[in-house]
């Protein structure tokens, strides 16, 4: 079995390796042991455990999983070349994680919060001649698209990486709106989740705007509450927490 090591315990990580598991053996690099333990019991599989500091790289295939400031910090605690760093940082640059990683390669991902479920969308970008190994590691986690520039993968992190708490803010709204009209809470919920897992599968074979019309019927209930959407100006919205997400993107670079 490959090993693959994680610098970073937090939730991505944890997410990930869960994917991992049972095709790689895992390593897992942090600050402070209580938490890798921690970690190791979640994960539920025996793994190497080790500090940051003076950590040996060499060679290592390696998943980048702390935050985009700790760069500069984290970086300085190792020793030796890593063959390749797959950075899950949102909008940290190729060149800047080649700045301040010793390496051979840089694959700049960007998995979301579904890994721990294998349903991840990740998007990935960088060296070429990963490509293929980039792609049979993130498949374990669920889906994968190759973008040709980093530009792309910064757009791509505001759809599919922050994607997830956009749409756990609609299913929290719509279900509000259920409470609010009388529903209780519990039956909303079990509601709202039924609707949304109907409606990931629906989504993967239809275009949206054909699906909304085989919802909508003259006069109906839909056409009822999607015109209230519109007034709410909800597509704009939507649109504006892409172009937002991705600005903040290129200002973490
Ligand atoms: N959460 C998400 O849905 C997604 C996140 N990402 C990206 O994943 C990355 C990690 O996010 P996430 O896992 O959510 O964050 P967490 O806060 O859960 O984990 C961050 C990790 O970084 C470590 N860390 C923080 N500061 C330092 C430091 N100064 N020195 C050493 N280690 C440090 C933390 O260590 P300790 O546990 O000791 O504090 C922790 O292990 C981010 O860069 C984010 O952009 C990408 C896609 C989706
Ligand atoms: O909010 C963030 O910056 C990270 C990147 C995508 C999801 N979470």
């Known amino acids: 079995m490959k090993t693959i090591t994680f610098i970073g315990n937090g939730n991505m990580a944890l997410s990930i390796a869960q994917g991992l598991k049972n095709t790689y053996k895992i390593e ?41 400031y700790n760069i500069e910090e984290v970086s300085k605690k190792f020793i030796g070349k890593a063959e390749v760093i797959y950075s899950v940082l949102a909008g940290s640059t190729v060149e800047k994680l080649r700045n301040n990683f010793n390496t051979g390669a840089v694959v700049r991902t960007m998995p979301n919060l579904a890994a721990s479920v294998h349903h991840s969308m990740t998007t990935m970008t960088g060296d070429a001649s990963y490509k293929d190994q980039a792609t049979e590691i993130f498949s374990a986690i669920g889906p994968t698209v190759w973008l040709g520039s980093e530009k792309e993968l910064d757009i791509a992190t505001g759809l599919a990486g922050s994607g997830p708490a956009y749409l756990a803010l609609i299913s929290e709204a719509l279900t509000d709106g259920a409470v609010k009209q ?10 709202m989740r039924g609707l949304f897992g109907g409606f990931g599968k629906l989504i993967q074979d239809i275009h949206p705007a054909l699906l909304k019309d085989g919802v909508m019927s003259p006069g109906g209930t839909t056409a009822a509450g999607y015109g209230a959407l519109e007034k709410g100006n909800v597509r704009n919205a939507c649109m504006d927490a892409i172009e937002s997400a991705y600005k903040r993107a290129t200002e973490l670079s």
Not at 37 to 59: H, Q, R, S, W, Y
Request: aromatic share 4%; net charge negative; charged share 35%.
């Open 182 to 191: 009388g529903l209780k809470r519990d039956d909303a919920m079990e509601i």
């Open 28 to 68: 897992v690099v942090g600050r402070d042991l209580t938490k890798l333990e921690k970690f190791e019991k979640a994960l539920g599989v025996p793994t190497e455990k080790a500090l940051m500091d003076d950590f040996n790289i060499e060679g290592k295939q390696i998943i980048l999983c702390v935050k985009p």
